[in-house]
Nanobody, 120 residues
Framework: QVQLVESGGGLVQAGGSLRLSCAAS????????MGWYRQAPGKQRELVAR???????NYADSVKGRFTISRDNAKNTVSLQMNSLEPEDTAVYYC??????????????WGQGTLVTVSS
């Protein structure tokens, strides 16, 4: 199996910044796409940002220009730098990793989630 450890969530005032990090470990031969999703109360889980192994990125329109996703393939980590945070960014943020292992095959793993609260 693959284990994901998320960190960096917390309480921040509007306009502030947070950096989320996610480290993957376990049965991994190759990690493909890594991403961050979030779920606010009463809303569906939505894609925030994702990044391919080659470094191609996609962002939700609501976070473009404010958030930056990055990854370190050697360390199997992905980070989300969140600037100019808004109350609407308040949600539980989940790390997601698509990976391959010769024993397990293709895997899609979710982190446990880390809460980001942005006060107005």
């Amino acid at each position: 199996q693959v284990q994901l450890v998320e960190s960096g969530g917390g309480l921040v005032q509007a306009g502030g910044s947070l950096r989320l990090s996610c480290a993957a470990s376990g049965s991994i031969f190759r990690i493909d796409t890594m991403g961050w999703y979030r779920q606010a109360p009463g809303k569906q889980r939505e894609l925030v940002a994702r990044i391919t192994r080659a470094g191609s990125t996609n962002y939700a329109d609501s976070v473009k220009g404010r958030f930056t996703i990055s990854r370190d393939n050697a360390k199997n980590t992905v980070s989300l730098q969140m600037n100019s945070l808004e109350p609407e960014d308040t949600a539980v943020y989940y790390c997601n990793v698509a990976s391959f292992d010769y024993v397990r095959g293709n895997l899609n793993t979710w982190g446990q989630g880390t809460l980001v609260t942005v006060s107005s």
